[in-house]
C-alpha cells in the first residue's frame, strides 16, 4: 500500500520559506486600536497625569501635616477616603462577574466586553487599594497590617473584620491581575507576531513564547475554568467582607444582616455601571462596532436594571427593619437618613440608583445608547452617594448626643477623590494602547466556527 | 527527520486528518491553532490537562495555611477575653477561604506555565503568525520515506497547501 519513498531531490524541493502571513480582520481591527494616539488622547492622557500628580502633592501635603486636613472632626472618622475605597471596590466587582460567573454559565456574549472589564477590575482594585492607606494617619506603618514575626512577638487580630479586609483585597487583587494576564496571552502573542521595534520586544518578554499548540490551549481552558471557580465565590466574598466592616459594628444604620448581599449587588450594580460609561466612548472613538454591538450594551442594560430593583429593594427593607424592629436610634437613623442633614445625598441615591435604571424596562431605552450612558452615569454618581449616605450618615448620629456631629469633606479629600479617577483612567488609558482591548481570540473562536456553518462546514 | 506542515482552514478537517495520521502510526505530531476549540482538544491526547492537580494541591495548601497560621498566631500570642478559647474558628474561616483562593489561583497559573512549558525562548522551527492569524497548522514529524503518503494525506483532508521545514 504504502507509496515508494521519493528521491532525497525531490524532498528538497518542497523545501521553501512559508509565504507572507494572511492576517484577519479581527486582529487588524482590535490591534488598530492600539495605534498611534491622536492629539485627543494624549490631551486627555495628559490631563489625567496632572490631576493624579495634584493629588499625590495633595497626599504629601496630608501626610507631613496630619489628617486632620481631611474634614474629620469629632465623631466622624471615616469620611471620603473610605466612602471612595468602598466605591472603587465595588467598580472592581463587574470584571470578574463578567469573566468568571458569565464564563461558567457559557453565556457568550461576554466575550466582547470581558478583557475590557478585567482590566477595569485590576485598576479599579489598585485605586481602592490605595485608600485604606490613604486614611492612614501614618502610612508609613501600613504593614503593621500584615502578621510579619516582629521583635514584640505581637501578632495582627484575625477576629477584625479590619484584618479580613486586608486579606480579601489583596487576594481579590492578585487574582484578578492572575485572571487578567491569563487571558492576554494569547493575545500578546498575537501582538508579538506583528509588532515591530520596542513592542515585539515588550511582547515576546509577556507572552511568555505562547504558540497556540493544542496542549497549550487545553492548559489554557482548564486554566480559565479553574479561575472562574476560584473568583466566582472570591468576588461574593469581597464585597461581603467589605460590608462586614460596618454591618459587624453596633452603629445604627449599619448593623444589618442584609449588608452582605445587598453591597454584593450594589456591587455588581455599580461595576457594570463603570463598564458601560467606560466603553461605549471607547467603543464610538475606535470604531468597534463590529466587535461590540448594541445587544451586549442591552444585556448589560438589564443586569443593571436587574440589580438596581436588587439594590432598590434593599433600601426598602432597611427601613422595614428600622421600623419593625423598635429599636429607637435605629429608626431615627432612618428618618435622618431621609430627612435630616445629609437628605441631599439620600434623595440623589435614591433616584439614581433605584429610581432612574427603571427607563430599562423598555426596549427603546436599552437600546438607545446615549440613553444607556447617561443612566450609567447617574447609577455611578448613585452609588457613590449610597456609600456616603451609609458611613457619613450614621457615624453623624450615634446613640450618645455626645457623639453627634456634622462632616464636609475638605478640599484635600476631594483632590484625592479627583485624583482616583485620573488615576483609574490613566491606567485604563494606557491599557488602551499597550493591550488588545477585545480578547482577540475569542471572537476569533466564534468567527471561526460561524464561517464554518456559512460554508456548510461538517460541525 | 523532515517535518511538515499542512495549513487548514477549519477545525473539523484538522481533527479528521490527526485522528488518520494516528491510526497510521504517526506520533510526532504538533497542532497550532489561533483559539481553542473543542474538537481540538483530545485530538492528540485525550487526558484532561494536568493543570487540575495543581489547583487542588494550591487550594489544599491554602485552606491548611489559613487555618494554621490564624490559629497558631492565636495561641502564640493570646488574647484572652472571658474565658473563652484563643482561637475562634469562624472569623479565621474567611482568612483559611482567602487563602485558598489565592494560593488556588496562584499554583494555577503555575499549572499553565508548567503544562504548557512556558515561558519558551525560541520559537518551534513550524511554528508561524499565520497560525496566530485565522490558519490552522498540523505538523507531521515523520521519515523521509514517509513524506509522499503524508503530504497526500494531508491535502486529501482539505489542507490547502503542504510545506516542508527543516528541524
Not at chain 1, 515576546?204 to 472562574?228: E, Y
Request: with cysteine.
Amino acid at each position: 500500500m504504502t507509496p515508494p519513498p521519493p528521491p532525497p531531490a525531490s524532498v528538497a524541493a518542497m523545501i521553501r520559506p512559508m509565504p507572507a502571513p494572511a492576517d484577519s480582520r479581527a486582529n487588524r481591527d482590535i490591534l488598530a486600536v492600539m495605534g498611534r494616539p491622536t492629539i485627543g488622547y494624549v490631551a486627555l492622557l495628559a490631563l489625567v497625569v496632572s490631576t493624579v500628580g495634584w493629588a499625590l502633592g495633595t497626599f504629601v501635603y496630608q501626610t507631613y501635616v496630619g489628617l486632620g486636613v481631611a474634614g474629620y472632626s469629632h465623631p466622624i472618622f471615616w469620611g471620603v477616603y473610605i466612602v471612595t475605597f468602598v466605591f472603587w471596590v465595588g467598580i472592581a466587582h463587574a470584571g470578574t462577574l463578567i469573566s468568571a460567573i458569565l464564563y461558567l454559565f457559557r453565556a457568550k456574549w461576554r466575550n466582547a466586553i470581558n478583557r475590557s472589564a478585567e482590566a477595569m477590575t485590576v485598576f479599579a482594585v489598585a485605586t481602592a487599594g490605595l485608600f485604606p492607606l490613604i486614611h492612614l494617619g501614618r502610612v508609613f506603618k501600613f504593614y503593621w497590617l500584615l502578621p510579619y514575626p516582629n521583635q514584640r512577638a505581637l501578632w495582627v487580630n484575625f477576629k477584625s473584620p479590619l484584618l479580613w479586609d486586608v486579606f480579601a483585597i489583596s487576594t481579590y487583587a492578585t487574582i484578578s491581575i492572575v485572571f487578567f494576564y491569563v487571558g492576554l496571552v494569547p493575545d500578546l502573542a498575537i501582538a508579538r507576531d506583528r509588532a515591530t521595534g520596542w513592542r515585539k520586544v515588550l511582547y515576546s518578554i509577556l507572552a511568555l513564547g505562547w504558540q497556540g499548540t493544542t496542549k497549550q490551549w487545553k492548559a489554557h481552558n482548564r486554566t480559565v475554568l479553574h479561575l472562574s471557580g476560584l473568583a466566582t465565590p472570591l468576588v461574593l466574598s469581597v464585597h461581603s467582607v467589605v460590608s462586614w466592616d460596618f454591618a459587624s459594628s453596633i452603629v445604627p444604620g449599619w448593623h444589618a444582616t442584609i449588608f452582605a448581599p445587598y453591597f454584593v449587588a450594589g456591587a455588581i450594580f455599580s461595576g457594570f455601571a463603570m463598564v458601560l460609561t467606560v466603553m461605549i466612548p471607547v467603543r464610538r472613538i475606535y470604531g468597534l462596532e463590529r466587535y461590540i454591538t448594541d445587544y451586549h450594551f442591552e444585556n448589560m442594560s438589564r443586569f443593571i436594571l436587574l440589580t438596581s430593583l436588587i439594590v432598590g429593594y434593599a433600601y426598602a427593607t432597611e427601613y422595614f427593619v428600622a421600623w419593625y424592629s423598635g429599636v429607637e436610634p435605629e429608626r431615627t437613623a432612618f428618618w435622618l437618613r431621609a430627612f435630616g442633614s445629609y437628605w441631599i445625598s439620600t434623595w440623589i441615591m435614591i433616584s439614581c440608583n433605584a429610581f432612574f435604571p427603571q427607563v430599562f424596562w423598555f426596549k427603546r431605552a436599552r437600546t438607545h445608547i446615549p440613553t444607556v450612558f447617561v443612566v450609567s452615569v447617574l447609577v455611578n454618581i448613585g452609588m457613590w452617594f449610597e456609600r456616603y449616605v451609609i458611613i457619613v450618615g450614621s457615624l453623624s448620629r450615634e446613640y450618645n448626643p455626645a457623639v453627634w456631629g456634622q462632616y464636609t469633606p475638605s478640599w484635600v479629600e476631594l483632590s484625592i477623590l479627583a485624583g482616583s479617577f485620573a488615576w483609574f483612567s490613566m491606567f485604563f488609558l494606557i491599557f488602551l494602547k499597550l493591550f488588545p482591548v477585545i480578547a482577540i481570540n475569542e471572537v476569533k473562536e466564534l468567527e471561526i466556527h460561524e464561517r464554518a456553518h456559512a460554508n456548510g462546514g461538517a460541525h | 527527520m523532515p517535518t511538515l506542515v499542512g495549513i487548514f482552514d477549519q477545525p473539523g478537517p484538522v481533527a479528521e486528518t490527526v485522528r488518520r495520521l494516528r491510526g497510521r502510526g504517526f506520533r510526532e505530531l504538533q497542532l497550532y491553532s489561533p483559539a481553542p476549540f473543542p474538537e481540538l482538544d483530545d485530538a492528540l491526547d485525550e487526558r484532561p490537562s494536568r493543570v487540575r492537580w495543581w489547583t487542588l494541591i494550591g487550594g489544599l495548601t491554602g485552606v491548611t495555611a489559613g487555618y494554621a497560621m490564624t490559629i497558631w498566631m492565636s495561641y502564640d500570642w493570646p488574647l484572652v477575653v472571658g474565658g473563652k478559647p484563643y482561637a475562634s474558628i469562624p472569623p479565621y474561616t474567611i482568612i483559611a477561604f482567602e487563602l485558598t483562593i489565592l494560593l488556588g489561583g496562584l499554583a494555577t497559573l503555575l499549572g499553565l506555565l508548567a503544562v504548557g512549558k512556558l515561558p519558551r525562548v525560541k520559537a518551534d522551527p513550524a511554528y508561524s503568525p499565520r497560525f496566530s492569524a485565522e490558519e490552522f497548522g498540523l505538523v507531521v514529524r515523520c521519515g523521509e520515506r514517509d513524506v509522499a503518503e503524508v503530504d497526500a494525506l494531508l491535502r486529501a483532508h482539505a489542507a490547502k497547501e503542504v510545506n516542508l521545514v527543516e528541524g
